[in-house]
DNA sequence: CCCTGAGGCTTCGTAC
DNA sequence: GTACGAAGCCTCAGGG
């Protein structure tokens, strides 16, 4: 029998059955919604940047390409960072 | 001639060539990451909700569902009002 | 080994290799070429129609908002159809 | 006044009011649905050659390649042919 | 490995 | 005629 939601310390003894976790689960499905929203605010956000950019002069596309580049130079450092601790706790270095 | 931002009104008279431009750059290219960086940090937190609802016992897949009915609903009822903006405009009740 | 088509079972033996596979190729991008065309076609027509409306004093913004909503009823059309053909299916109907 | 459908000549008159706009209004749109069919079936089309290609083998994302390049090399060839065609007309050639 | 959903690019319509 | 904004198409990444 598929069960929604496990209940598992229902406390609602014989309170009329499942609205607990009806709620439970609406609550958990409005705080996904709530946080999509804010995504939603911050892609704007960014759009806004590339708009103002733009009406600065820039080109948006060779923005993306730099915001990659640094984003891999940025990758790169941290995976060296990483090795080197890997290094300095085999020395006893930590 | 392909201009790399506008300088339009540069005054950094013999300062130099460019440098204000490539700072106005480096704060438009960190404002986009940081906006980012909260980007990935909504995403994981809607990560952290789906595993605490799968841990509770709840099916993901079907909170997709349930997500996407309930955004469509919301998307048709918008539509529904744009329509009626339409309509209204058109019959000058705006 | 990056392979180019598949070729498996080439019979053209000795006769110079691998124009087989260039023609199965070239005739693919040609039949997609033409199709894409047609494409172009369909729409310019679509853009004429709308021109003309335009001309004879109709909304072209007001006409796509209509266009949503009938593609909306109808697709709720189908839906129903669709649930009752499953009704029908169950109720040994069909 | 914001009018729906300009009625210049219309010669209803008396007939009650209204009704061959919205009929003329009608026939635009289906006009406009029939071509998206049409359309929405090159689109199938389409999909379907690259589906086929890709069972015997093509990689569709190198056929896009080619099919860009294609089109490239075929508007550089129509921007040649135009500049002649405008040197032979001013020469005379025509 | 497929497939759906998000993001970016291109093109079209519009307003100045 | 040009520049801006929006819509549709295509690509790519994440999840099942």
Same mark, same amino acid.
Request: glycine share 10%; aromatic share 4%.
């Given at each position: 029998m598929p069960e929604?939601?496990?209940?598992s310390g229902d406390r609602d003894a014989g309170m009329g059955g499942g609205h607990v976790a009806a709620d439970e689960l609406r609550?958990?499905?409005?705080?996904?919604e709530r946080l999509k929203e804010e995504a939603k605010g911050i892609a704007d956000d960014i759009k806004d940047v590339?708009?103002?950019?733009?009406?600065?002069?820039?080109?948006?596309r060779a923005m =993306? #390409?730099? +915001?990659k580049e640094r984003a891999m130079k940025r990758e790169e450092r941290q995976e060296r960072e990483a090795?080197?601790?890997?290094? =300095? #706790?085999? +020395?006893?270095?930590?």
């Amino acid at each position: 029998m598929p069960e929604v939601g496990h209940n598992s310390g229902d406390r609602d003894a014989g309170m009329g059955g499942g609205h607990v976790a009806a709620d439970e689960l609406r609550l958990l499905l409005e705080r996904v919604e709530r946080l999509k929203e804010e995504a939603k605010g911050i892609a704007d956000d960014i759009k806004d940047v590339f708009s103002e950019a733009k009406s600065r002069g820039y080109d948006p596309r060779a923005m =993306r #390409e730099l +915001l990659k580049e640094r984003a891999m130079k940025r990758e790169e450092r941290q995976e060296r960072e990483a090795i080197l601790s890997v290094y =300095r #706790e085999a +020395l006893g270095m930590e």
